[in-house]
Nanobody, 124 residues
Framework: QPVESGGGLVESGGSLTLTCATSGRTSAFEGYALGWFRQAPGQEQDFVAAINWNGAKTYYGDSVKGRFTISRDNNKKSVYLQMNNLNPDDTAVYYC?????????????????WGQGTQVTVSS
């Protein structure tokens, strides 16, 4: 199961970096794509970003393009989400998920293993 960390409270315009670390699938991590999704209270889950198995392809939701950057370090079996210029609309629980097919993308049904989430709160 992936484990998210790095959430917290930040002022509008600030930055945070989320980390998704994996365990239990350490030998196969390189074959997985990983995605970040978020869910605000009372709203549906929203696609944020994804990265394919070798890092050559990245995907971003329209609301975060140009502000968020996803990257991966296969040696550390981790994926990172650098979030810049945060605003209150980014407030949500952020979830990391694994795609065993390796391609990633915005479709929820590609992902079969989800973390517990980390809270990001952006104050105005």
């Amino acid at each position: 199961q992936p484990v998210e960390s790095g959430g917290g409270l930040v002022e509008s315009g600030g930055s945070l970096t989320l980390t998704c670390a994996t365990s239990g699938r350490t030998s196969a991590f390189e074959g997985y794509a990983l995605g970040w999704f978020r869910q605000a209270p009372g709203q549906e889950q929203d696609f944020v970003a994804a990265i394919n198995w070798n890092g050559a392809k990245t995907y971003y939701g329209d609301s975060v393009k140009g502000r968020f950057t996803i990257s991966r370090d296969n040696n550390k079996k981790s994926v990172y989400l650098q979030m810049n210029n945060l605003n209150p609309d980014d407030t949500a629980v952020y979830y990391c998920a694994l795609d065993p097919y390796g391609e990633g993308g915005p479709m929820l049904n590609r992902y079969d293993d989800w973390g517990q989430g980390t809270q990001v709160t952006v104050s105005s």
